[in-house]
């Protein structure tokens, strides 16, 4: 078993979970709302929607034409809920992690950088604790946890909360903007480095840290996904117009397809994960991926059509495995 395959397990109880079906219909009824519209742009799943109704008065004043209906008392608790176990999961997942180096924690947080105080509710039920702790128990054994504890033993790094909160985030987004398809010049420069050098100790410390991040992303994004939908967006030959550049890189594999809406699959938007199932001879295809970038269009050819950019995630939920494993 795998993360991934556990994490898909984990999906599989979201379904049969009692509350599932109240938080979906709220959900849905805010993202038919002035709350999707907003929400879209934070990717951080319920918390989106919290975020945006504690920054209504800020956002009306900025917006000046929209106006915000604040939420529900009853639709803010069960979110509220719902986004609490999310990070009860997050923190089980991490344990050896903050056992060893909690001064790293917040910097592997994929909503640290969102200040937003999460109201006294009480636990949520869309996952059971004995599923959290079996899904808690895998990611522990995430390769990457174990490289960011023996890398800072190796080198004896000292960071502030801070500093790591800065290096991760700089670095996250220094990977995501170079793109699904490159590395960014000075990792590769790295890579020439001596491997037991305090330059290449370090860039393996933090880029094990970022690997964490990015896998709880993956996580978190999974299960709200499972929220809403019984099964993940497919890309097939169904509905696949073209496969574009395809990439195997140092960070890990990019991919550009162009795909046509239909009945069976409706809308990507960034950040989402779907499954891909085509055959490429010569070049074998991993099945699950996230969509980095969405550009939509319309065709007298096709009618609506929409591109992506892809970036494969690997058995341990990791968008930039290849590094782990080079750096």
């Not at 004043?61 to 604040?70: D, E, G, M, S, T």
């Not at 509905?239 to 795909?259: K, R, T």
């Not at 199932?277 to 065709?299: C, D, M, N």
Request: charged share 20%.
């Amino acid at each position: 078993m795998s993360i991934r395959s556990d994490a898909y397990s984990i999906c599989k109880h979201v379904w049969d979970s009692p509350s599932r079906e109240h938080l979906k219909s709220v959900v849905r009824k805010l993202q038919a709302s002035e709350f999707g519209y907003l929400a879209q742009g934070q990717h951080a799943q319920i918390l989106s929607f919290l975020v945006i109704d504690q920054r209504k008065p800020e956002l009306e004043k900025k917006l000046q034409l929209l106006r915000i209906i604040p939420l529900d008392d009853e639709d803010r608790i069960l979110l509220s809920k719902a986004h609490k176990q999310i990070l009860q999961l997050n923190m089980k997942c991490i344990a050896p992690l903050s056992a060893e180096l909690p001064q790293c924690v917040k910097a592997v947080d994929p909503y640290h950088k969102f200040k937003y105080k999460l109201s006294e509710v009480p636990d949520g039920d869309i996952l059971s604790e004995e599923v959290l702790g079996k899904m808690a128990k895998s990611f522990n054994e995430h390769p990457a946890i174990k490289a960011a504890i023996q890398s800072v033993k190796a080198a004896t790094i000292k960071m502030t909360e801070d500093e790591y909160i800065k290096a991760v985030s700089i670095f996250y987004e220094t990977l995501i903007k170079a793109g699904a398809y490159d590395a960014p010049n000075h990792i590769i420069n790295i890579m020439f480095s001596h491997k037991d050098s305090l330059q290449r100790t370090i860039a393996r410390h933090i880029t094990a840290l970022t690997c964490i991040q990015a896998s709880l992303s993956v996580l978190d994004q999974l299960i709200y996904q499972a929220i809403l939908n019984n099964k993940l967006p497919l890309l097939d030959k169904n509905n696949i117009i073209e496969i574009g550049q395809m990439s195997n890189n140092l960070v890990g594999n990019g991919l550009f397809l162009s795909y046509q809406p239909g009945e069976q699959l409706s809308t990507v938007n960034i950040s989402d994960i779907v499954l891909v199932k085509i055959e490429t001879p010569g070049l074998p295809l991993g099945e699950l991926w996230q969509a980095q970038a969405v550009h939509r269009e319309y065709s007298q050819e096709f009618g609506s059509c929409a591109e992506l950019t892809l970036r494969e995630v690997d058995e341990n939920l990791n968008l930039f495995g290849h590094l782990l494993e080079h750096i």
